[in-house]
């Protein structure tokens, strides 16, 4: 069966640090695979889509970015945190042809930029 | 264009009672609407979705209206229970590899 891992669960970072979020899927491949961001209250913000291998679509322009090394890797990076970056962080994955099946999301990361 | 519409922000229901959430959308190629299920510190969960060529499904107690001539799908509760307090969140997409639009979610509260 498929899974998806998402790592650290929590995170607390000062301002100006760098951050690496990672994710990984087991059990299928080229999945197509998601970044979102969810600030307190508010809804859930596409922030990186990727269809395969080093091809990464950015939806929100922001001083994150995302690379996707392997198949089933996807990986959230910033240089410099900003406090606006706090949030909790859901990685996502999905077939390429989903027919009725939406997409898997992982259990997120709650980054808090101090 | 893009945007899914979701209504209310956040809902009261007695123990019982029946939960109701709307949602509208604009683009008409949109061909795909799911519902999502969270609970606080977890990722959403599919919980049921819907294509346009029927006008109801059911899931247990979880249902799903679609009107695709006034672009609006809905989500039924009914018998709400304490464990559906959640955020629901509706989500649409252009066929079944289209990125899912999301809206904003609904805070379901259900009161014993």
Known sequence: SQTIHQWPATLVQPVGSPLSLECTVEGTSNPNLYWYRQAAGRGLQLLFYSVGIGQISSEVPQNLSASRPQDRQFILSSKKLLLSDSGFYLCAWSVRDRGLNGYTFGSGTRLTVV | ?112
């Open chain 2, 1 to 112: 264009q893009q945007q899914v519409k979701q209504s209310p922000q956040s809902l009261i229901v007695q123990k019982g009672g029946i939960s109701i959430i709307n949602c509208a959308y604009e683009n008409t190629a949109f061909d795909y609407f799911p519902w999502y299920q969270q609970f606080p510190g977890k990722g959403p969960a599919l919980l049921i979705a819907i294509r346009p060529d029927v006008s109801e499904k059911k899931e247990g107690r979880f249902t799903i209206s679609f009107n695709k001539s006034a672009k609006q799908f809905s989500l039924h509760i009914m018998d709400s229970q304490p464990g559906d307090s959640a955020t629901y969140f509706c989500a649409a997409s252009k066929g079944s590899q289209g990125n899912l639009i999301f809206g904003k979610g609904t805070k379901l509260s259900v009161k014993p």
